[in-house]
């Protein structure tokens, strides 16, 4: 399973920018889809994950009701939405999939990764 990220920058504080990931290799609606991100000296965590025909959803808390996750079975891709993104948001955003959807927020559950997008938000 090949994953690709696209669509981080630089932003400004309370913008907004939309992560898109791609997947090729195999069938896309057979995997549940994750985005974490890992900021310089911290551990990669959580953001939000979505099950295979997106029934289940599950957000990190410090996301919810910002970030918006979702996807688009037809063209592999799936989506992250961030909104109102402040500099604690700054990070390397990964994309994530797994056989099976658990609810998880261990990245240690998700078998295959994509390479990253920098996501900047600046003041």
């Known amino acids: 399973v090949q994953l690709v990220e696209s669509g981080g920058g630089l932003v400004l504080v309370g913008g907004s920018l939309r992560l898109s990931c791609t997947v090729s290799?195999?069938?896309?609606?057979?995997?549940?889809m994750g985005w974490f991100r890992q900021a310089p000296g911290k551990q990669r965590e959580f953001v939000a994950a979505i099950s295979h025909r997106a029934d289940g959803l599950h957000y990190a808390a410090s996301v919810k009701g910002r970030f918006t996750i979702a996807r688009d079975n037809t063209q592999n891709t799936v989506y992250l939405q961030m909104n109102s993104l402040t500099p604690e948001d700054t990070a390397i955003y990964y994309c994530?999939?797994?056989?099976?959807?658990?609810?998880?927020?261990?990245?240690?559950?998700?078998?295959?990764w994509g390479q990253g997008t920098q996501v900047t938000v600046s003041s």
């Open positions: 994530a999939a797994n056989r099976v959807y658990t609810g998880s927020y261990w990245p240690g559950d998700f078998a295959f």
């Open positions: 290799g195999r069938t896309f609606s057979d995997y549940a």
